[in-house]
T-cell receptor
Framework: GESVGLHLPTLSVQEGDNSIINCAYS??????FIWYKQESGKGPQFIID?????DKRQGQRVTVLLNKTVKHLSLQIAATQPGDSAVYFC?????????FGKGTTLSVSS | DGGITQSPKYLFRKEGQNVTLSCEQN?????MYWYRQDPGQGLRLIYY???????QKGDIAEGYSVSREKKESFPLTVTSAQKNPTAFYLC??????????????FGPGTRLTVL
C-alpha cells in the first residue's frame, strides 16, 4: 500500500495568497522526496525535490520543507496564480521505486 | 512533457480485447516506468524497466504485460485479464533507476476506456 499521503484532498485560495500543501510519509528510510504538479489531462511535471539531509529547499516561488522528526513534507507556493491550479503530488523514494501520494487539488480564484 | 511521447491520447476498447499503449522517449534514459492513475488516486506502479531486455513487476502488474526491446520504447499491453482497465495510463523515464536526483519525466498520458 501507499506510504505517502496528503492531509487535504482540496485547497482553495485567492490569487496572490500563499498556498501550503502538506504531505505525510511513513517510511523513515526514504531519503529523497519530490513534488509534482499535474494539470488536467496531462502527465505530472517535476516542481522541486529535496534530499533527507536538508530541511528546506527553495525554487522559483516554491519552497519545500522537510521535517524528518514527524515525517512531514510541505510545499509552499508564494503569490499563488491561476496557472498554479492543478493537482499536486508528493512522492518519496523508497528503495528503487517512487511512491506517490493521492494528491491535493489546488484551486486558485481571481 | 520532457521528450516522452505516448500514443494514442484517447483509446477505446471492447471488453475481451487486448490493447497496446505506446511510450517512446528520446532522453537517452535507461529506466522507464508505467503507472496507472484512477480518479482521486495517486499513481500506482504497473511495471518498470531498468535497462533494455529487463523489466520488473510493480504493485499492480496483474493483467498487464510489457516489453523493452529498445532503449527508447516501453510499450504496455493491457490484456483481457485486467478486470478494470479503464484508467489514465502514464509512462515515465529517468536517467537511472535508483538514487536521489532520480527525477522521473512523464509523458502526456493515455486515457483508456473499456466499452
Amino acid at each position: 500500500g501507499e506510504s505517502v499521503g496528503l492531509h487535504l484532498p482540496t485547497l482553495s485560495v485567492q490569487e496572490g495568497d500563499n498556498s501550503i500543501i502538506n504531505c505525510a510519509y511513513s517510511n523513515s528510510a526514504s531519503d529523497y522526496f519530490i513534488w509534482y504538479k499535474q494539470e488536467s489531462g496531462k502527465g505530472p511535471q517535476f516542481i522541486i525535490d529535496i534530499r533527507s539531509n536538508m530541511d528546506k529547499r527553495q525554487g522559483q516561488r516554491v519552497t519545500v520543507l522537510l521535517n524528518k522528526t514527524v515525517k512531514h513534507l510541505s510545499l509552499q507556493i508564494a503569490a499563488t496564480q491561476p496557472g498554479d491550479s492543478a493537482v499536486y503530488f508528493c512522492a518519496e523514494l523508497a528503495g528503487t521505486a517512487l511512491i506517490f501520494g493521492k494528491g491535493t487539488t489546488l484551486s486558485v480564484s481571481s | 512533457d520532457g521528450g516522452i511521447t505516448q500514443s494514442p491520447k484517447y483509446l477505446f476498447r471492447k471488453e475481451g480485447q487486448n490493447v497496446t499503449l505506446s511510450c517512446e522517449q528520446n532522453l537517452n534514459h535507461d529506466a522507464m516506468y508505467w503507472y496507472r492513475q484512477d480518479p482521486g488516486q495517486g499513481l500506482r506502479l504497473i511495471y518498470y524497466s531498468q535497462i533494455v531486455n529487463d523489466f520488473q513487476k510493480g504493485d499492480i502488474a496483474e493483467g498487464y504485460s510489457v516489453s523493452r526491446e529498445k532503449k527508447e520504447s516501453f510499450p504496455l499491453t493491457v490484456t483481457s485479464a485486467q478486470k478494470n482497465p479503464t484508467a489514465f495510463y502514464l509512462c515515465a523515464s529517468s536517467r537511472a533507476l535508483a538514487g536521489p536526483r532520480n527525477e522521473q519525466f512523464f509523458g502526456p498520458g493515455t486515457r483508456l476506456t473499456v466499452l
